[in-house]
């Protein structure tokens, strides 16, 4: 099986090496080759442009974004060269909108998308520990499987329509900031009331909300370590943005994405934009005059 | 020692049982006297009156909230009562403000009032498995920490200003309560996308969210069991209330609380006040027509 | 007709005087006497005790809030001591809970309650040109329609029921504290692209918005003047809270409103509690990074 | 002077007769050529595509939205067929992000762009008083202003960057959707104390907020009069959105405009979507049981 891997940001590179440690044999592009070089010394040969990465089976792209998708797969004319049976494997976090519109690109070129989304940050990629939200028409997830789990725990399988693994992987996102936003309030709350957020943030973690999501964004909130970024708050923003888009062409109020929305553009107004989405939580502390 | 106990609903009932075990001597009371009567199999003596309950070493209270606190302790006469020294472990939750008020009456009185409200339901509370969150003068939290132990897996030190636990305790509410409407968000979004909510909120228990808060309430949404109630809606609107209220006297804006506030009155209207306040995730549904 | 008038701030001193200018005899109270003073230079008798000023036909109440209310009327024993048949005008803006219990009171004494609340201020007052919202037994507000139209210019009769007034009048305080806010964000917006706030709110209050509500903030907020303040940021909030507190009893959400007191906290927090409530413009600009 | 005239709806329709009435010689263009009979009647002559119509020394356009006007102006290739120097008057209501697209494709093509959106409905762009917000180089709004005042009562110049007109119509569109949502939620609280919301509203409309806005749709919601829709509220949608997009790119958050969009999602998806968007109005008191 031939696979061309597209985007080899710190996701992408730790998923592709996976791939490669799993036995499969790559051809890789990136926008800028250079973090293509650990690759090749692990045997992936490089494409110069999309195209020879199109030359494929299976072609997977972890690409920043549907701008970046967008001009990759379609703008450059890959998706178009593709040869008839080709299945796409689009992990990164798209907008519904696009990805309507890539399976339909896909359908006219006599290729198949799935959409594969992805829980887990750089360091769980490059473990192969992701979860992996895979919605595609079933013959074909079946056959791109043993690269899901070259590079994941675990495929959580969504049925025939792309769509439903792109909501689940936005809903998910949308959770994480509420989580984010709802210790940020509370600890500026308790705060108030002479609870240093530190002390506040590890009972929560230790009692009601012993999950990963509340402890590693708890410590960071506790710490108000916010630099260097995992996820920057701009495309936190991006991403609740996805929220309300999809919310919004089903009909479907989203609250909480609202105030997520207004709390995040807030906070790249007074400057932390590039920092990790996790000071967020500083809106809240800012509004009631305690940072 | 001698302690009385006032407050036997569910919760009080499993504390209770649980001091008795351990081998304290407890004189209870409780409006309906029936609810007594397991306790007194165990041992404990009645209280006809609650002045009888306060004539004691260590008080405990587990009452149903600020109005019944008020009318049991104050209106009655039993804390004014009370001999000198005595130390009132206040374990319901209450607002800050009446803690406010409390704390002034018992120093007025020669007595010592420790917040000391609890984490954990009526299940958590029978196997003396509730997390505690203590604030107080320390000396005389030393005193009754062979209580807390007996009803408690463990004690989270608050220092010795009363109201930081209240808000610790008022904070952790909110933040369950966020994540319930976190998840009816989410759910109403994937849901749109033909994601079955049962579907969706096992991924998410299962990956992002691994915490018994959201494997819990997760389970009750995906399955629309809202009935018996563990937690009444509307106990979860005085509670939403309770942290705003916290937040106005502090001058700390919660918006969170405030979408939680118009959403939980929304359900009220809707008919849910009487079902367990999970059912705040049909608000998103009904919003979308989904439901 | 024998009338007694309590509460001679900025408000009730106009009306006071109105009421002499129209030939009716007052007997009047308030806290602080020397407040009386211009009122008795024209005709009026000063009561020692607000019992004195209740022992009338007809007795007027323009106290701050329920609070000094609940002192007034009800602690020191003046309704009590009222002869049968007292007809009492409420013109403040009192919560709907307490007006609740205001009406169950003076049943009992055999007086009667009608909730008359305005439109207006200080100088609309000493006009005699407020707009007043009038409701209880009709044949009372008959009685008093006189009066009435000595310190209005038109009663806007509301039903039997005292509340329905209420609930216009602290509606109406609702919606000019959203129209606040909407000139808020607008021009933070507008300004946003380079479009003083001086231009937009005048073009607004000359086309789409030509009131006096939006003419009179606009001009506020267009040159930042919040001081001296006409209505202070806190009682502001106090509204707000009086909307919200109705609206739960009855079970309806209102989310502009809880949006107002989220902005409104944020304001008092940042020092503007005691300017004029048209600063509530200013949290747009602020977090917008625009103050 | 040679006027080309592109859109024929309700609004243009006016406009262009105006212009005719004036004495300027248009040749107009409608996707619809039927609507264009009337003004052929009064001396217009017809364009058979834009291009004939872009073939003017001004250029007046009133399309639908950002599509229809990008469809019209840039995809039929009319622009690129200008003459050097065309003014181009952009009357409808646009993205700020599409307009700056605009501005930009014009200085390519050596035309000049003026943003002059209006405020005003079908009936008063028919009769010529529009009151209408013009930004661009004021030698080009000098050379068009005697069009400006045919179709306006006023015209409101806000500078040099088209932008800044941009802004004030979405921010004036944004205020109308508000002080509806202000009015809808006001009335649903009032009939929850009894009181009919054409009373509530018609005290409002004739007290505080005497202005078109308040009393035109006051009346509507007090009727419950919806249909048919003067202005659709899947339109309003389409605005808020306009605002909550153009405040994003600056970073100004906006709160009310986020809850709005909620608002007139949740009546979407009740079916209210082709109603007037006055039934915004609908979903407060839905929210609350009394629809």
Request: net charge negative.
């Amino acid at each position: 099986m031939k696979i061309g891997f597209l985007g080899l940001g710190g996701m992408g590179a730790g998923m592709a090496a996976n791939l490669l440690k799993a036995g499969h044999q790559l051809c890789v592009w990136n926008r800028s080759p250079a973090l293509a070089e650990p690759l090749l010394a692990q045997g992936a040969t490089l494409a110069a442009e999309p195209q020879q990465a199109f030359d494929a089976d299976v072609v997977v792209t972890m690409l920043a974004d549907d701008a970046a998708t967008r001009s990759v797969v379609l703008d450059s004319g890959a998706l178009a060269s593709a040869k008839p049976g080709l299945i796409h494997l689009g992990m990164a976090t798209l907008s519904a909108a696009f990805v309507t519109e890539l399976v339909e690109r896909h359908r006219e070129c006599g290729a198949t998308y799935i959409a594969a989304p992805v829980f887990g940050r750089v360091e769980v990629a490059a473990a192969g520990k992701l979860n992996i939200l895979a919605a595609g028409p079933l013959e074909a997830i079946d056959k791109v499987q043993p690269l899901l789990d070259a590079m994941g725990q675990k495929t959580w399988p969504l049925g025939e329509d792309p769509l439903s693994a792109v909501a689940v992987k936005i809903a998910g996102n949308f959770m994480i900031a509420s989580a984010i936003e709802a210790m940020g309030e509370a600890a500026a709350l308790t705060q108030s009331y002479g609870v240093a957020p530190a002390q506040f943030l590890e009972i929560m973690g230790n009692t009601l909300f012993n999950a990963p999501v509340y402890r590693n964004y708890g410590a960071q909130i506790a710490e108000r370590r916010y630099e260097p970024a995992g996820f920057r708050l701009v495309l936190g923003l991006k991403d609740v943005g996805l929220a309300l888009a999809a919310g919004q062409s089903r009909h479907v109020p989203l609250p909480f994405a609202s105030v997520l929305r207004d709390n995040l553009l807030e906070a790249i107004a007074q400057g932390d934009g590039e920092r990790d989405w996790a000071a967020l939580a500083q809106v809240a502390m800012r509004r009631s005059g305690q940072d």
